[in-house]
């Protein structure tokens, strides 16, 4: 089983739509999430952090489920240049490396 | 202010030939990390240093990877000899500081794609 698990997509919504990822984790000692973005040929970049009780970035919102072992990033109002894949991210400590989810891929149509 | 910085951008090697990537991380940013992505697979962690120290290598896949960062700055990452199986994306990324509770946003270099034919 991987530690992080994402489901592949391509998720294919129109412009304007709200769409939401879900991603698991497998240590139940993970600390840190975070949801990165990554454009196709391009370097990861940080989207945003997540924290346990929740947190908002304009038309991103990410939640954490401890219990449920899963992370979620909902996206609102989706813009043609949200088309990317979207990679989730976790830490275990401080000191721990991060692990990558495999990613999902996110294609908005006009 | 300079991002992560990769050279080269791409690699076309032969298998048995030896590839040194580098990696020049932003300015001040003591811990430096190799990631790798292999065709269809996530990204991978390989090694993590502080300053000139190697302060994690369990992801270095096995002793045909040698990663140096002396003097704390740039730091390289050599293949020698590269198999068909090491083509993938290497990223290299930077953070200012990786310890206590809060995470410390690592930057990610635009990668060197390597292809070993």
């Known amino acids: 089983r991987k530690e992080v698990e994402q489901d592949p997509g391509p998720f294919n919504v129109p412009e304007g739509a709200t769409v939401a990822f879900n991603c698991t984790y497998s240590n139940s000692a993970s600390q840190s999430f975070f949801w990165y973005r990554q454009d196709c040929r391009k370097e990861p970049k940080l989207l945003m952090s997540?924290?346990?009780s929740g947190n908002e970035d304009g038309r991103f919102t990410a939640q954490l489920n401890r219990a449920s072992q899963y992370i979620s990033l909902l996206i609102r109002d989706s813009k043609l240049s949200d088309s990317a894949t979207y990679l989730c991210v976790v830490k275990a400590s401080s000191a721990s490396k991060i692990i990558f989810g495999s990613g999902t891929r996110l294609s908005i149509r006009p | 202010e300079a991002g992560v910085t990769q050279f080269p951008s791409h690699s076309v090697i032969e298998k048995g030939q030896t590839v040194t990537l580098r990696c020049d991380p932003i300015s001040g940013h003591d811990n430096l990390y190799w990631y790798r992505r292999v065709m269809g697979k996530e990204i991978k962690f390989l090694l993590h240093f502080v300053k000139e120290s190697k302060q994690d290598e369990s992801g270095m896949p096995n002793n045909r990877f040698l990663a140096e960062r002396t003097g704390g700055t740039y730091s390289t990452l050599k293949v020698q000899p590269a198999e068909l199986e090491d083509s993938g994306v290497y990223f290299c990324?930077?953070?200012?500081?990786?310890?206590?509770?809060?995470?410390?946003?690592?930057?990610f270099g635009p990668g060197t794609r390597l292809t070993v034919l």
């Open positions: 997540v924290y346990s």
């Open positions: 990324a930077s953070s200012l500081a990786a310890g206590g509770v809060a995470y410390n946003e690592q930057f």
